[in-house]
């Protein structure tokens, strides 16, 4: 048996039967418009896990099966598909919802109901201090948060001696709260933030941002460029600028941003970024999931349809020990779950309902990206 067979078969009771009626998942995600690609990877990872479910005899002697609403990434969208399925499917445990705006949209909803929701893909902060103890007792988050990934991102960072950080980040929510986590966790461990620098919409000339990290002298700088990663890594690469990039980088975009001389001279040797899941990770069972997945679908894994995969395995993990499909049976659960996460660690909820996930660290080994430390 191989070790991803273990894990499922150690969550789910086999039977030789299954009854009629199907357990019911409902899953809250973006299934139409241009990011609908995202939400499908989210379908995929729920589905693979599903497969591994039933074909182990399923959960309760029942088939397990995810019911769906596309939310479109609008918040009265993915109310009223919510209420399509608390209401209409009577799903006993969601899972969502991708969208940030979607997810606080239906936090309200899900506590009003009191159906548990599993918010495998958001992955803000404020999901975190709003659940739990005296928030949404049925909000339970899995991501690791931007300031989960900051203080991992930190934690190596103080390893390896560095006392002082400059942070970049590109304009817009996603980045300015990351950079906000990176600048609180630096500030946590004693790391000195010389500057943080936003780039506005449009910006071209990244000159004045390289002169400012330059007069700081940081140890390293910390950034979260976004849609700026090629101009900014062509600029670092013509300032001459010694200083080492790390943050939340796509390594492969600043490989690929960079002339072929740069890279062989070594300019981005000392590069790194924190993720939250990566399929580099050399672990068993994560491999195992990797080979899997791209089987099924000729695709790589992406967080999204790692996380889901996680969370349906979660849910369906709370309910066989629940011994009930029933919404309450399910939240109480949830809390006492102690289910492994392929990439380390369990789904050990805290007061605020959110595990500590461990980060990998991804730098370069022989100009490739491999992971180099687990925070």
């Not at 739990?132 to 989960?148: M, Q, R």
């Not at 203080?151 to 300015?176: E, H």
């Not at 010694?242 to 001279?265: C, H, M, N, Q, W």
């Amino acid at each position: 048996m191989t070790r991803l067979a273990i894990v499922v078969a150690g969550l789910i009771a086999t039977t030789a039967a299954y009854a009629a009626e199907p357990v019911k998942i409902g899953i809250t995600t973006v299934l139409s418009g241009p990011t609908a690609d995202r939400g499908q990877s989210e379908q995929y990872g729920a589905q693979l896990a599903l497969n591994h479910v039933n074909a182990a005899g399923g959960v309760l002697g029942r088939p397990v099966e995810a019911f769906y609403a596309d939310n479109a990434r609008t918040p009265a969208t993915g109310v009223t598909g919510t209420k399509r399925l608390i209401e209409q499917e009577h799903v006993p445990v969601l899972i969502g919802a991708l969208s940030t705006p979607v997810t606080h949209a239906i936090m309200p909803l899900v506590a009003e109901a009191k159906v548990p929701l599993v918010i495998a893909t958001s992955a803000g902060q404020d999901f975190v201090d709003a659940s739990g103890a005296g928030g949404n007792d049925y909000a339970f988050k899995t991501i690791p948060s931007e300031l989960d990934i900051a203080r991992g991102l930190m934690r190596y960072l103080v390893s390896k001696n560095v006392k002082s950080v400059a942070i970049v980040a590109a304009a817009g929510d996603f980045p300015q709260a990351n950079a906000t986590a990176m600048a609180k966790a630096a500030q946590e461990l004693g790391i000195r933030v010389t500057s943080r620098a936003a780039l506005a919409q449009g910006t071209t000339d990244f000159v004045p941002v390289l002169d400012e990290l330059k007069a700081g002298a940081p140890d390293q700088v910390v950034t979260v460029l976004g849609p700026f990663t090629a101009g900014f890594l062509k600029a670092y690469e013509t300032s001459g600028l010694k200083l080492p990039l790390t943050g939340r980088i796509e390594i492969p975009a600043a490989l690929a941003a960079v002339s072929p001389e740069f890279r062989a001279s070594g300019g981005l040797s000392d590069m790194t970024s924190v993720v939250n899941f990566t399929p580099l990770l050399d672990r068993p069972g994560l491999k195992e999931f990797v080979a899997d997945y791209s089987a099924h679908y000729g695709i790589m894994p992406t967080q999204r349809s790692f996380f889901v995969y996680e969370a349906t395995l979660l849910v369906v993990d709370a309910i066989r020990r629940a011994g009930s499909d029933q919404p309450a049976a399910i939240q109480k659960a949830l809390k006492t779950s102690t289910m492994p996460s392929l990439l380390g660690g369990t789904y050990a909820f805290d007061d605020h309902n959110h595990p500590r996930i461990p980060l990998p660290i991804v730098g370069l080994r022989d100009g490739k990206p491999a992971v180099i430390a687990v925070q």
